[in-house]
């Protein structure tokens, strides 16, 4: 057995010193030193052995040959099994020879979004775009598969170096090269994803599931951070996920305090002073950190607890305003989402009433945020009949992600709708496409038609928000102006807010 692997290890150590780039400062060397010992012959052999040399060497340490197996329709990349297996092959070679791997998730953002604003044929045309330009970004002997319908796996092939910053490099790199616009049917696309990573060094498994599966907390990291977000794995990832299930915990998070709103602002484009809060809930979770709604909406609908989550937002954004009211700061209003299953409740507009009273405040300090398809998918008299009744009550009534759900105008005028809420997905990039730029006019040339105020959701960039401003969109709500933020950091949030204010230019709007 130790004969039969001689040839082996001699060829794992020779191969990466004969291959490596350290060698090509010695050629000239060689080359003059066979002159001078044997002459011309010695350095015609010489010039021509040395290429066949580092041929010969190459084909030997050439690593892996094309991954075989089945491969995915739309994209052509290879599927999980086949992945996995050649994974495998990727641990055995990197613990061997003592070389460097990661493994990295690349998952579009919002894909249920385009599935359903654009078709499954142009989703497939989206994610197929966005697999030949990972591909682009990788080696010809890097591993590429697809997970799902809008995940994407790599796996490095090993190199002798590969620290975290170069692996964050390249995370950047690759999101970069999803992020690029789209083209689709005359028609411009932007996407944007969400990458977790793991160095072969840093997980504590020993297979390429092991590995896989620490990527996958890292990408989970990522997408609670918000879209767009990297992410790479460390032994506390673990740590701050927890082995419990969160559907397990849901109902005692409800009621022990865990879930609660953290604050987004709105500003007005005019004057840049705060005009109101978007009320958005977040799970304070004990071991894995601060959870988003994408993760755990799910559970508490499944869990039929949708009704006892809209009773505990709506007492802590009535707490917010009256403390901000005490601490004679100005929010005018605080925005709160109902779903369709809360806006079922024949009793919805007597319980806000009842709250409005037991606080001291007048209706129109409360936004009732409520989603397009509620509108266009329901045929609910109760939903209607809520709607209506709050408005009439004054609280204001706000449209939210309009442009996905394909409202009616007659709709828009049934519910005394007070403001609509431009989705992020025609403010993305907005400033750099004219086909977004005349998207945006339309909509605010309906709503000014209509007597409506306007906000734009998403607003990232500084150009985003000057574009918004001058086409004359009366509010913005984004990163780009606030992240959401726990109630106890908002006051010193304002506090800043109002003193760049001061000094801010007034940016003009576009007239006719």
Not at 4 to 10: D, F, G, N
Not at 74 to 88: K, N, P
Request: proline share 4%; with cysteine.
């Amino acid at each position: 057995m130790q004969i039969s692997s001689l040839p082996t290890r001699l060829k794992d150590r020779i191969v990466p010193i004969l291959g490596g780039p350290q060698v090509l400062a010695f050629l000239p060397a060689l080359t003059l030193g066979a002159f001078w010992l044997w002459g011309e012959i010695a350095l015609l052999l010489t010039a021509l052995g040395l290429p066949l040399l580092f041929a010969f060497a190459g084909a030997l340490g050439k690593w892996p040959v094309e991954a075989q197996g089945p491969r995915d329709a739309v994209t052509g990349l290879l599927l999980q099994d086949s992945f996995l297996a050649a994974t495998e092959d990727v641990c055995v070679q990197t613990t061997r020879n003592g070389l460097k791997s990661a493994c990295f998730l690349v998952e579009l953002d919002d894909y249920s979004d385009h599935v359903s604003r654009l078709g499954q044929g142009a989703a497939d045309h989206i994610v197929q775009r966005c697999g030949e330009r990972v591909q682009a970004v990788l080696r010809d002997n890097d591993l590429v598969a697809r997970m799902g319908d809008n995940r994407f796996a790599i796996c490095l092939a090993p190199v002798p170096h590969l620290d975290l910053e170069l692996s964050i490099q390249l995370a950047g790199r690759l999101q970069e090269a999803v992020e690029n616009p789209i083209s689709l049917d005359g028609s411009t696309v932007y996407v944007s994803c969400s990458i977790g990573f793991c160095q072969f060094s840093r997980f504590d498994g020993n297979s390429a599931k092991d590995w896989l599966a620490a990527a996958d907390l890292a990408l989970e990291e990522a997408q609670q951070a918000g879209p767009s977000a990297i992410r790479a794995f460390s032994p506390q990832t673990r740590r701050r996920r927890g082995t419990k299930p969160l559907r397990d915990e849901i109902a005692s998070a409800l009621d022990n305090g865990q879930i609660q709103p953290w604050y987004q602002p709105q500003i007005s484009t005019e004057t840049g002073h705060v005009v109101g809060f978007e009320a958005l809930a977040r799970w304070s979770h004990p071991l894995r950190g601060n959870l988003g709604t994408d993760v755990f909406l799910p559970l508490i609908a499944q869990a039929g607890l949708l009704d006892r989550l809209g009773q505990v937002m709506l007492y802590h954004s009535m707490t917010a305003l009256k403390a901000w009211d005490s601490a004679d700061v100005r929010v005018p209003r605080v925005g709160v989402n109902f779903t369709a299953e809360e806006l079922r409740n024949p009793a919805l507009v007597e319980r806000i009433r009842w709250e409005l009273d037991r606080f001291g405040l007048t209706a129109d300090r409360l936004a009732i945020e409520v989603l397009e398809n509620v509108f266009t998918d329901t045929a609910d008299d109760t939903v209607t009949r809520n709607i209506a009744g709050l408005g009439q009550l004054g609280c204001r009534i706000d449209l939210d992600d309009f442009g996905t759900g394909h409202a009616s105008i007659a709709a828009i005028r049934r519910f005394a709708i007070t403001r609509i809420k431009i989705d992020r997905s025609f403010v993305t990039k907005a400033d750099r496409d004219p086909e977004q730029q005349r998207m945006i006019g339309a909509i605010l040339t309906m709503a000014e038609r209509l007597e409506l105020e306007t906000l734009a959701e998403g607003v990232e960039t500084v150009g985003e928000h000057a574009l918004l401003a001058q086409l004359g969109c009366d509010h913005v709500q984004g990163f780009g102006i606030g992240k959401p933020m726990p109630f106890d950091q908002t006051l010193d949030w304002i506090s800043a807010h109002d003193a760049k204010v001061q000094d801010a230019p007034r940016i003009s709007r576009k007239t006719g």
